[in-house]
């Protein structure tokens, strides 16, 4: 049956579209709720007006379902679970609690039927797919670990936050492959102090060649000696001591 819906109906479309849908669904649930009316010609020309809005509500809906589609596009999700030595989780990971995750790590709150994945059952690394009919395509990455390695994957998280690491290592099996943190951060520690050092060295050099820089302009002590030539009218010492000497002999003749 083809109907002008009257509400937005989830799967079926907005307020004001015309579509087909099974007669008994119609005629038992969404023109009885209000929902929907029959698409005669007089219900079509009353509800041209809505049929409008619908329209610009559409484009206005389709808007946002991009931005939230890339808001959460490459958004990364934990989940700590029991599971065997083989990775088989004791349990699943539910579309509901990939939901439940996404919006309180992006903000973002997606009907569970949006996520377009099974329920998880290994521990691994999981792509899955986000529903939101748009032009934008969000993968979601879920990350699932075994309980039992919660401790050392929340010491690493630290580690990371630290500087020592850059990121969590995985092996195949989604298990967390252990770091030797002390050498790691001695290691980073032996390599700051080695380039302060450098540092120091480097500006003391510096310091150096500045100082014999300035040393250059000075001129050497030859220059300060070859000033005194204004000096070589002046007579020698023995040339006073001559006159005395013939003075007192004139006075003893």
């Not at 989780?89 to 939901?99: C, E, K, M, N």
């Amino acid at each position: 049956m083809k109907i002008i819906l009257l509400a937005d109906v989830y799967k079926h479309g907005v307020a004001g579209e015309i579509v087909d849908v099974a007669n008994g669904f119609a005629r038992n649930y969404l023109i009885p709720k209000g929902l929907a009316t029959q698409a005669n010609d007089g219900e079509m020309k009353r509800t041209e007006r809505v049929r409008e809005a619908a329209q610009t509500r559409r484009l206005e809906y389709e808007a946002m379902l991009n931005e939230l589609g890339r808001k959460i596009d490459g958004a990364n999700l934990i989940f700590f679970r029991r599971a065997a030595s083989t990775g088989k989780l004791f349990g699943s990971v539910t579309t509901q609690d990939i939901a439940l995750e996404l919006d309180r790590v992006t903000g973002v709150d997606i009907n569970r039927r949006r996520v377009s994945q099974q329920p998880l059952r290994d521990a691994g690394l999981h792509e899955v797919p986000v529903r939101l009919g748009t032009d934008v395509s969000p993968v979601l990455n879920v990350r699932i670990v075994a309980e039992d390695q919660s401790m050392e994957y929340q010491r690493q998280l630290a580690a990371i936050e630290e500087g020592i690491l850059e990121n969590i290592q995985f092996d195949a099996d989604g298990k967390v492959v252990p770091q030797n943190l002390d050498r790691l951060r001695a290691k980073i520690e032996k390599a700051e102090a080695e380039a302060e050092a450098a540092e120091e060295l480097e500006a003391a050099q510096a310091a150096i060649e500045v100082n014999e820089e300035a040393n250059d302009d000075v001129p050497p002590a030859s220059d300060y000696a070859d000033d005194g030539d204004e000096y070589d009218d002046i007579p020698p010492a023995s040339d006073f001591v001559d006159d005395e000497e013939d003075e007192y002999d004139d006075d003893e003749d």
